[in-house]
């Protein structure tokens, strides 16, 4: 059970850093390549890799946006859930104030 839980968690930590190296890579490769013109756009390999890592840094970005709202509303309502003040709502006739005399 430990081995298994320590798999999962190296497991995401080298999702994690896979992913934000890729994110790191595109964006300097846009940003060292923005001056980039050329005449044929069609087949020029720069350009494609550019729109290539556009793409990239556009899904990662809205990833991470969906993640972090999700986080954020789990947290929230896990807070609501620990922190709601659970009262009975059971009536009794003593609770009613009801005479038993007859």
Same mark, same amino acid.
């Given at each position: &059970?430990?081995?298994?839980?320590?798999?999962?968690? +190296?497991?995401?930590?080298?999702?994690? &850093? *896979? *992913?934000?190296?890729?994110?790191?890579?595109?964006? $300097?490769?846009? %940003?060292?390549?923005?001056?980039?013109?050329? %005449?044929? *756009?069609?087949?020029?390999? $720069?350009? *494609? &890799?550019?729109?290539?890592?556009? @793409?990239?840094?556009?899904? $990662?970005?809205?990833?991470?946006?969906?993640?972090?709202?999700?986080?954020?509303?789990? +947290?929230?309502?896990?807070?609501?859930? +620990?922190?709601? %003040?659970? @009262?009975?709502? @059971?009536?009794?006739?003593?609770?009613?104030?009801?005479?038993?005399?007859?």
């Amino acid at each position: &059970m430990i081995c298994n839980s320590n798999k999962n968690r +190296i497991l995401a930590i080298v999702v994690l &850093m *896979t *992913t934000l190296f890729v994110l790191f890579f595109s964006t $300097i490769y846009i %940003n060292t390549h923005v001056n980039h013109h050329c %005449n044929d *756009t069609e087949h020029c390999p $720069i350009c *494609t &890799m550019i729109e290539q890592c556009q @793409q990239v840094v556009r899904n $990662i970005g809205l990833d991470f946006a969906i993640a972090a709202t999700t986080f954020f509303f789990l +947290i929230v309502t896990a807070k609501a859930v +620990i922190y709601f %003040n659970y @009262q009975s709502v @059971q009536t009794t006739l003593v609770s009613q104030k009801v005479r038993l005399d007859s």
